[in-house]
């Protein structure tokens, strides 16, 4: 099943965005990873069968705070 998150996540400065962005690329399943939003605050993972709870708790350990905004699934 395919699926989109939208996650907040407290990033202050460059070299948070790119931990942000390869703790994300790092779990099993993720096809895309993206920033979006007008401060580059917003990260945005798609794939197939990653685990969302998984994903969040990895970001709020490597970065800080980190929050669910959206969560799309697909057939």
């Known amino acids: ?39 580059k605050e917003k990260v945005v993972v798609a794939g197939e069968g990653f685990d969302v709870v998984k994903l969040t708790t990895d970001l709020r350990k490597k970065v800080g705070h980190a929050e669910i905004l959206t969560l799309a699934e697909q057939k």
Do not use: P
């Open 1 to 39: 099943m395919k699926q989109k998150v939208v996650l907040k996540v407290s990033m202050r400065c460059e070299k948070c965005r790119t931990k942000a962005l390869e703790v994300a690329a790092k779990q099993n399943g993720v096809n895309f990873v993206g920033l979006e939003g007008k401060e």
